[in-house]
């Protein structure tokens, strides 16, 4: 009897990376394009209705959203949001009437979210996530409205909650029509950089956000979207 409750405890502890391997997300798609929105920010065909997460395992597990919802994005964006090692899938939600948020989605779906905006129509792009002000959380940075308001916001993901942390005025990161968004976070010298454009779009700047300040500085001119990719790479 006891070598029998040997083998079986042996068993279920050797089963025990399989089942946590098979809630391990490994890629993440957008699906069921739609066009109940219309909003076409980011040009035709950037509207979807459902996300699915693959895990490492090979399986997938599928999430549609109400018709009173898409995803207004290029592609999910996968981070370990939270230090267990795995990633989770940060996406932009649309509502047909209160406009973007921000969400982030783990194996059984939707986690936490920022409020929308409050009205249709209106867009937020994300930059990246990263510890930005080195705190031991991670940081999501989007620009609120880029065509509009052009406000750099940063959440904190903490409890398997958004918080707001910050903004800065005046920086954008998307022209209407892109089916892109250029950017993102770079670290140097061991510090996480948004890097960002004026919002007169004459400079490549480079953001940080540390003991609760912002500071920037030009990483460059800014004549044409390559100019992006350049400042992503560290002087």
């Given at each position: 009897m006891l070598r029998a409750a040997a083998l079986l405890l042996a068993l279920s502890t050797l089963s025990?990376?399989?089942?946590?391997?098979?809630?391990?997300?490994?890629?993440?798609?957008?699906?069921?394009?739609?066009?109940?929105?219309?909003?076409?920010?980011?040009?035709?065909?950037?509207?979807?209705?459902?996300?699915?997460?693959?895990?490492?395992?090979?399986?997938?597990?599928?999430?549609?959203?109400?018709?009173?919802?898409?995803?207004?994005?290029?592609?999910?964006?996968?981070?370990?949001?939270?230090?267990?090692?795995?990633?989770?899938?940060?996406?932009?939600?649309?509502s047909l009437t209160q406009g973007s948020r921000l969400a982030v989605y783990g194996p059984e779906g939707r986690i936490a979210a920022t409020p929308h905006i409050g009205?249709?129509?209106?867009?937020?792009?994300?930059?990246?996530?990263?510890?930005?002000?080195?705190?031991?959380?991670?940081?999501?940075?989007?620009?609120?409205?880029?065509?509009?308001?052009?406000i750099l916001r940063v959440w904190r993901f903490r409890d398997r909650g958004l918080h707001h942390v910050a903004d800065r005025p005046m920086l954008t990161n998307h022209k209407i029509g892109w089916n892109f968004i250029p950017g993102g976070i770079r670290t140097c010298?061991?510090?996480?950089?948004?890097?960002?454009?004026?919002?007169?779009?004459?400079?490549?700047?480079?953001?940080r956000y540390r003991d609760g300040t912002f500071s920037s500085y030009a990483v460059s001119t800014l004549r044409e979207v390559r100019d992006f990719d350049a400042a992503l790479t560290c002087p």
């Open positions: 025990l990376p399989v089942a946590a391997n098979a809630q391990q997300i490994a890629s993440a798609r957008y699906g069921d394009p739609t066009h109940r929105y219309g909003h076409n920010v980011l040009g035709a065909d950037s509207e979807w209705g459902a996300l699915t997460l693959i895990f490492s395992n090979g399986t997938s597990r599928r999430f549609v959203l109400p018709d009173s919802l898409v995803f207004e994005d290029t592609a999910p964006r996968l981070h370990d949001l939270d230090g267990d090692g795995t990633p989770e899938v940060i996406v932009v939600e649309s009205t249709k129509h209106r867009w937020l792009a994300p930059v990246g996530a990263a510890d930005l002000d080195g705190d031991g959380y991670v940081e999501i940075a989007y620009v609120d409205r880029p065509h509009l308001d052009r010298e061991g510090i996480p950089e948004m890097i960002v454009a004026m919002h007169n779009w004459m400079r490549v700047l480079a953001v």
